[in-house]
């Protein structure tokens, strides 16, 4: 298994700034992923962090609303540009061990948009 | 494009009683299926999963799933729900082990004492 922090656990932020979260694993991982849970949805992928090069990003997504970074395979982080009240959601990461037995989540982070 | 489907929004059940969580999905090849359940202001935590081989897979905390290809669903069952029990439950499915997952909208479910 795999050990996955995230900070902040929880923000609150005002309209038109941004906020950079960070994802912690304890171990190396293949694969680092960063989904959003909108207030009463499911969860949606948003881009798949991809060491030493460019995120790649699902439909509906772009790099200057949500730019992320992963410098080595144990840390990545996801920035939410000028936000605005619709951001408001749960960030969580999520992240696959080299077994790649399984798809581990991180607590998320819990971003209110004012 | 794979898509999961999970029909019921609430489930209230007493506790003691059993429990069965629908899950339907839509994928064009050998599907990769997983249950995860999201507490109160929690993360999510893997309950079980189905790559191969038997069907019937048991997974942590007294949870089952079978998976019905021909039904194309991976319900999840318990035969006693305790109270600590009462949390969102997602079913995702993925197309391997190391991808990402689609995730159905999650059941609610809530256990009466």
């Known amino acids: 298994s795999a050990v996955i922090s995230q900070k902040p656990s929880r923000d609150i932020c005002q309209r038109g700034t941004s906020l950079t979260i960070q994802c912690q694993v304890d171990?190396?991982?293949?694969?680092m992923f960063w989904y959003r849970q909108q207030p009463g949805q499911s969860l949606t992928l948003i881009a798949t962090a991809n060491q030493g090069s460019e995120a790649t990003y699902e439909s509906g997504f772009v790099i200057d609303k949500f730019p992320i970074s992963r410098p080595n395979l144990t840390f990545s982080t996801l920035t939410v540009s000028n936000m605005s009240p619709e951001d408001s959601s749960i960030y969580l990461c999520?992240?696959?061990?080299?077994?790649?037995?399984?798809?581990?989540f991180g607590p998320g982070t819990r971003l209110l948009v004012l | 494009a794979q898509s999961v489907t999970q029909p019921d929004i609430h489930i209230t059940v007493s506790e003691g009683a059993s429990l069965e969580l629908r899950c339907n999905y839509s994928y064009g090849a050998t599907p990769y299926l997983f249950w995860y359940v999201q507490s109160p202001g929690q993360g999510l935590q893997l309950l079980l999963k189905y790559f191969s081989g038997d069907t019937l897979v048991q997974g942590i905390k007294g949870f089952e799933a079978e998976f019905k290809r021909s039904q194309s669903s991976f319900n999840l069952r318990k035969p006693s729900v305790h109270w600590s029990d009462a949390a969102e439950y997602f079913c995702?499915?993925?197309?391997?082990?190391?991808?990402?997952?689609?995730f159905g909208t999650g059941t609610r479910l809530q256990v009466t004492l």
């Open positions: 995702a499915v993925g197309a391997g082990t190391a991808s990402k997952l689609t």
């Open positions: 171990s190396q991982v293949t694969m």
């Open positions: 999520s992240v696959v061990p080299f077994s790649g037995e399984t798809q581990y």
